[in-house]
């Protein structure tokens, strides 16, 4: 029998042991671009304005502009990510930096905020809080498990290392999805129907009906998972599965996790 579900053929479903010796997603910023991005900066800083009012012409950029906008063309029709390098922090304020990371990505695409505070632009550490119903991952020291984020782009900047910890680690969804449709192409139903899970910016509440793992829409296969609070909203008691939906999700933990497949 022809499986039904297709498999995918494009850039994103890159496997992390295909870069284990590639550099190609890595961009090191030269000299002169750190002064470009340093000159906006310090414009926008010094007449006052608030860094998330912040347009691509109050942020105006020679030479660096034209390549940003390659990076959204590689995340978007491309690979999916890119981790930039090279900027000096330790010359730059708090302000400068968080100005920076804004005014790049005004030029990637367009902001939304974070959570139902209407936050911009949020800080990641460990303000001493247990994840839990009502407490967002990033808040806390603990293990995050792999999900992907509510938006089409997301960017991190390190401004200072973690003492310990703080690995970041990524997988490719449309890998994964082909890894299950070739080896155990019975679960992608269950992640098709989806799972409950609890909405942390709906004040803790469980969502009201079942949310997709993988969608296919015209052709193309898109994931949305949150693993911890998929979690939470099971040892809640808001749901039960079945032991197919148990193993199609054990059996995706058991991928992502793999050391061919991630990319730390």
Not at 96 to 106: D, K
Request: net charge negative; proline share 4%.
């Amino acid at each position: 029998m022809k499986n039904p579900f297709p498999l995918v053929n494009d850039a994103t479903a890159w496997k992390g042991a295909d870069y284990a010796n590639d550099r190609s997603w890595t961009y090191t910023l030269s000299a002169p671009e750190v002064e470009e991005l340093a000159a906006a900066a310090r414009r926008c800083v010094s007449r006052g304005v608030e860094v998330t009012d912040i347009q691509a012409r109050d942020f105006p950029l020679g030479s660096l502009a034209p390549t940003i906008r390659g990076w959204a063309e590689e995340i978007n029709d491309g690979r999916g990510f890119l981790l930039v390098k090279g900027l000096p922090r330790e010359r730059f304020s708090d302000a400068e930096v968080r100005t920076m990371f804004w005014g790049i990505g005004r030029y990637l695409g367009v902001p939304v905020s974070q959570n139902s505070y209407g936050d911009m632009l949020g800080d990641v550490y460990d303000e001493g809080v247990k994840l839990g119903a009502r407490v967002r991952g990033y808040r806390t020291n603990q293990l995050l498990r792999f999900h992907s984020d509510r938006c089409d782009m997301v960017g991190l900047l390190c401004v200072r290392q973690a003492r310990e910890g703080g690995l970041s680690s990524l997988v490719s969804s449309t890998r994964v999805w082909n890894e299950i449709v070739t080896h155990r192409p019975e679960y992608i139903a269950p992640l098709m129907n989806g799972y409950f899970y609890v909405s942390v910016e709906e004040g803790g509440d469980v969502v009201p009906r079942r949310v997709p793992v993988y969608s296919m829409e015209n052709g193309v296969v898109s994931c949305r998972i949150l693993r911890n609070t998929i979690e939470t909203a099971r040892k809640m008691g808001h749901a039960n599965y079945s032991e197919l939906e148990e193993a199609a999700l054990e059996y995706m933990d058991e991928l992502v996790n793999r050391d061919d497949l991630r990319l730390a």
